[in-house]
């Protein structure tokens, strides 16, 4: 083994023809070690190399060329320099720390992180107090990662246009985890390769995935369920440690860097699918929690510069909920955000991102919101990340909202106002007509006016975060308290209904309003205009029991099971049905907001809203009856090609209600292909099926939706 100064960038671990390039940033440090071992349990370096600051170090740099090492190579730093939290400063030479550029970490133990203290929890001067313990057993060890050994096949992003995309949320082992989904390697990258059938069975065309950015899922195991005492995790993984990292717990053959090329091999077979992959992606926190957390890389690197500290920077701003909140837009922070983004889309051939409690990406080193935030611009320009699709959650826990206002032009937003008005206007509620009609037209109130366009809002009934879609039919209130926060977590707010029974029932009445309202929420969501995205197990009513807060449960709870889908195969097929329906009509894909003008000159607006006669609406009224025509001219849906006319009528009250029907087009006929009122498969009638209108009526039953579509006689 030779040593050599090195370069000071790229940092990372990076392999070069003579071995292999560290570099690491520190700008406060005094000393940098670069530590190798040899094995993931050793508990003491094999080879422990001092970085010598006149040699080693450029600017904040500092680097060393290793020769005589290669790929899967394991290491960890030790950075010493000052001890002062009150003064936000926390290095301690005696822990052992994570490259934020690492590619792997080893994950063939159980994170045990009680010794990864920069402090000695039995003192009575807490964190002012400083540890002695080494703690090199307890670290996960950074991985060298070979990155061009792996053959993608020609593989490319997909990068499907917003307005063609389907989203789908899932988790990487909530997928295949249950015994049910049958495949050989449950719960892992391999396992989801194995349900691409199920997935191209829906018809969805982009897979957005909870994180699988390196996470502790062993953070909360000092909790227990206090329903059955079983140890709670951090199922979700929302407390990332190493932004370049897949979970090694995800991979199925090993841990000493394997997880990377069965990342990419997930990767590359669901492209062949058809299906993109989008990532849910934390940069506003890490997992090193506040001030009394643990000391694992960031805060032992630098903990000024990586962290938004408060006046006294012994304390951290939390604008995250989580402990800390990530310094995003100081330039180092907001190079590895960008470095980070880049390596996921050129090395990975992701197709997008969604940016977790967002709005944290444009606040100031203070904590204040920024007009144009560096780092939002940044990510929006960037010419390698300029074809990837880029979703934020436009909201964080320190207060600040920016639905509708997020910084930069081409951000897509998690729209919850559309989530909300939905789960009100199906439950009824009064005085939503108005806001219902503006988010089923696309929001336009909140993208119009900066130049976005429909496809901009995300829209959204369900995510991870809340009640899954049978459970908003299923209860009024929330019921965590297997989270063994006594029922204090989660949203309170929720918009729900039970019809008449708290959880499940045999009363067929109720089973029947739910299902129908299930089916409602499906058809509204996939003809709304913008991009739609259902939650994992929508599809077949997966429950959570009530908990709208499932974030600590690695458990069939959590778990997809696929036993359910001939319980609600109606659900399932219904949904199939109505995501091919979108896909296959321009008319329900639009890339330009509606005007309310007639620009095809047919005499028909390119859409048109209605009462139950068929009159103008007045959008005061109390009942929340309401009946649309789309035009489906070229010219009106800016398309190469005619496509059919859709009407649609909806009923969300307690009574049976006839609606009025408009003429159809010259030469054409209307044809039923949705009524939510009807069993399956009469619900949703195939074109083989569909049934022609006689009559200028139609009896839209009490929580019902119908759909007509306009055929050539």
Avoid at 338 to 354: K, T
Avoid at 538 to 556: L, S, V
Wanted: net charge negative; hydrophobic share 35%.
């Amino acid at each position: 083994m030779t040593v050599r100064p090195g370069k000071a960038l790229p940092f990372g671990a990076t392999l070069t023809p003579h071995g292999v390039q560290f570099s690491l940033f520190s700008r406060h440090a005094t000393m940098v070690s670069l530590c190798l071992f040899s094995d993931s349990q050793d508990d003491t370096p094999t080879i422990e190399i001092d970085l010598i600051p006149e040699i080693n170090r450029t600017g904040d740099c500092w680097h060393v060329l290793v020769e005589g090492i290669a790929p899967g190579q394991l290491y960890l730093y030790r950075v010493d320099g000052p001890y002062e939290p009150s003064e936000g400063h926390r290095f301690n030479a005696n822990k052992l720390l994570i490259d934020p550029y690492a590619k792997a970490l080893t994950g063939d133990f159980q994170w045990n992180l009680g010794e990864a203290l920069g402090y000695d929890p039995e003192s009575p001067e807490q964190d002012l107090s400083f540890s002695t313990t080494f703690d090199a057993a307890v670290m996960p060890k950074c991985i060298v990662i070979d990155d061009d050994r792996f053959d993608w096949q020609g593989d490319r992003p997909l990068n499907y246009p917003l307005y063609n995309t389907v989203i789908y949320e899932a988790h990487v082992k909530g997928l295949s985890k249950h015994p049910s989904s049958g495949v050989e390697h449950p719960g892992t990258f391999r396992g989801v390769i194995e349900m691409i059938p199920y997935l191209t069975s829906l018809g969805i065309t982009s897979l957005e995935l909870l994180p699988i950015q390196e996470f502790d899922e062993y953070e909360y195991n000092h909790r227990s369920n206090p329903e059955t005492g079983q140890p709670l995790t951090n199922y979700w993984g929302y407390s990332s440690l190493a932004f370049f990292a897949p979970k090694a717990r995800y991979c199925a053959d090993g841990y000493r860097g394997e997880q990377v090329d069965e990342f990419k091999e997930m990767v590359r077979e669901l492209h062949k699918a058809g299906i993109e992959v989008i990532l849910d992606i934390v940069f506003n926190h890490t997992g090193e929690g506040d001030q009394m957390g643990h000391t694992l890389s960031f805060r032992g690197i630098d903990n000024s510069i990586y962290y938004i500290l408060d006046e006294n920077k012994r304390y951290y701003k939390n604008f995250s909920g989580c402990g800390n909140t990530l310094n995003c837009n100081h330039p180092v922070v907001r190079g590895l955000i960008i470095d980070s983004l880049r390596y996921w889309v050129q090395e990975m051939h992701v197709d997008g991102f969604r940016f977790d409690l967002g709005s944290i990406l444009g606040r100031d080193q203070f904590g204040n919101l920024m007009e144009n935030p560096p780092v939002i611009n940044r990510i929006a320009e960037d010419p390698v990340l300029r074809g990837t699709k880029i979703i934020a959650e436009a909201w964080d826990a320190g207060g600040a909202y920016q639905v509708g206002s997020f910084p930069g032009g081409r951000w897509a937003e998690w729209n919850d106002r559309y989530r909300d008005t939905l789960r009100s206007y199906w439950r009824n509620d009064r005085g939503v007509l108005s806001d219902f009609a503006t988010r089923f037209s696309g929001s336009s109130d909140l993208y119009k006016w900066n130049g976005r366009k429909p496809y901009h809002s995300i829209n959204y009934v369900t995510a991870h975060d809340g009640f899954t879609l049978n459970d908003i039919v299923t209860y009024n209130e929330k019921h965590n308290f297997a989270n063994g926060e006594e029922n204090r977590d989660g949203h309170n707010h929720n918009i729900t209904y039970n019809y008449g029974f708290e959880g499940e029932t045999s009363d067929w009445n109720i089973n029947e309003n739910r299902n129908r309202q299930v089916k409602n929420f499906l058809a509204s969501l996939l003809l709304s205009t913008g991009t739609p995205m259902m939650l994992a197990g929508d599809e077949f009513r997966r429950t959570q029991k009530g908990n709208n807060n499932a974030y600590c449960h690695d458990t069939p709870l959590s778990w997809m099971d696929y036993g359910d889908i001939e319980k609600h195969r109606d659900i399932f097929r219904f949904l199939v049905l109505v995501i091919q329906l979108r896909k296959e009509h321009p008319a329900l894909q639009r890339q330009e907001f509606y005007l309310g003008k007639d620009l095809s000159d047919n005499q028909v607006l390119d859409i048109g809203w209605y009462n139950e006669y068929g009159s103008a609406v007045d959008w005061n009224r109390a009942e929340n009856l309401l009946a649309l025509r789309i035009d489906g001219s070229k010219k009106e849906i800016h398309a190469d090609q005619d496509d059919w006319d859709f009407y649609i009528m909806m009923n969300p009250g307690l009574y049976d209600q006839y609606f009025s029907i408009p003429k159809p087009p010259a030469q054409q006929h209307w044809a039923r292909i949705i009524d939510t009122a009807q069993p399956s498969p009469g619900d949703f009638l195939e074109p083989r099926d569909e049934k022609p209108l006689k009559g200028r009526v139609y009896l839209v039953e009490s929580r019902s939706m119908v759909v007509l579509i306009s055929r050539r006689d």
